[in-house]
C-alpha cells in the first residue's frame, strides 16, 4: 500500500524557517517523481515544486523566488522542502504527491499545516 | 501560465441525480487534464487523469471528457459520500488548478 506522510508543520514567525519531510512507503521510491502542493486555509490546491526521480532535476512555482529547496533521499525514501525567509501568505497545509510520469498526483500524504505568523 | 476556471462554484444536487461539472483551460491542455476530489479535512483524491480514464477505485458514476479547452466531469447518480469538492488540474504546461467547485446536497 502507498503511503505518503509529511511532517515538519508548524508555527513559525515571519521571516523564518521550516523544513517540512515526506516519508514514502509501499512503492519503489527513486522511480517516481514527487511534488509539493499546498492549500491555503479554506483556499484551493496550488502547485509549489517538483523533482524527478533521481534528484537531478526541480522545478518551482514563480511565487518561490528562490526561498524554498525541494531535495530527496532516495536511500531513505524521503522527500523535503525547505522553507525559507515565510511569510504570512505561505501559512497552508502542504502536501507530498507522487507524481505519474511527471503528469498527475496520483498518491496524496495527508498534509502538515504551516502558519506563518507573528 | 496556464488558468484553470472552474463553473459552477457550487452546485446543489438531490442525492441519485446527475451532477455535471465544468473546467476550461485559458489555452490548450490537450488530454493533460486530471480531476481530483476532496472531503473535508482530506487529501485530494484522484479521480480521473488523460480527461477520461478513471484511477484506480473509482466508481464508473465517475466520467470525464473534453479535449483543448474545454473538460466536463459527470457523476451520473450522486452517492452520499460524493458530496465534495472536485478540482481539475492541467499538466500540460507545469501544473496548475482550477479554484474547485463544491457539491452539495440540496
Known amino acids: ?20 519531510s515526506c516519508a514514502a512507503s509501499g512503492f519503489t521510491f ?7 502542493v499546498r492549500q491555503a486555509p479554506g483556499k484551493g490546491l496550488e502547485w509549489v515544486s517538483y523533482i524527478s526521480g533521481g534528484g537531478d532535476t526541480m522545478y518551482y512555482a514563480d511565487f518561490i523566488k528562490g526561498r524554498f529547496t525541494i531535495s530527496r533521499d532516495n536511500a531513505k525514501s524521503s522527500l523535503y ?6 511569510r504570512a501568505e505561505d501559512t497552508a497545509v502542504y502536501y507530498c504527491a507522487r507524481t505519474f510520469s511527471g503528469r498527475y498526483n496520483d498518491y496524496w500524504g ?9 | 501560465e496556464i488558468v484553470m476556471t472552474q463553473s459552477p462554484a ?7 441525480e446527475r451532477a455535471t461539472l465544468s473546467c476550461r483551460a485559458s489555452q490548450s491542455v490537450s488530454i493533460n487534464l486530471a480531476w481530483y476530489q476532496q472531503k473535508p479535512g482530506q487529501a485530494p483524491r484522484l479521480l480521473i487523469y488523460g480527461v477520461s480514464t478513471r484511477a ?14 474545454e473538460f466536463t466531469l459527470t457523476i451520473s447518480s450522486l452517492q452520499s459520500e460524493d458530496f465534495a469538492v472536485y478540482y481539475c488540474q492541467q499538466y500540460n504546461n507545469w501544473w496548475t488548478f482550477g479554484q474547485g467547485t463544491k457539491v452539495e446536497i440540496k
Open chain 2, 10 to 16: 457550487t452546485l446543489s444536487v438531490s442525492p441519485g
Open chain 1, 30 to 36: 527513486s522511480s517516481y517523481e514527487m511534488n509539493w
Open chain 1, 81 to 86: 522542502l525547505q522553507m525559507n525567509s515565510l
Open chain 2, 56 to 69: 484506480t477505485g473509482i466508481p464508473a458514476r465517475f466520467s470525464g471528457s473534453g479535449s483543448g479547452t
Open chain 1, 1 to 20: 500500500e502507498v503511503q505518503l506522510v509529511e511532517s515538519g508543520g508548524g508555527l513559525v514567525q515571519p521571516g523564518g524557517s521550516l523544513r517540512l
Open chain 1, 110 to 118: 495527508q498534509g502538515t499545516l504551516v502558519t506563518v505568523s507573528s
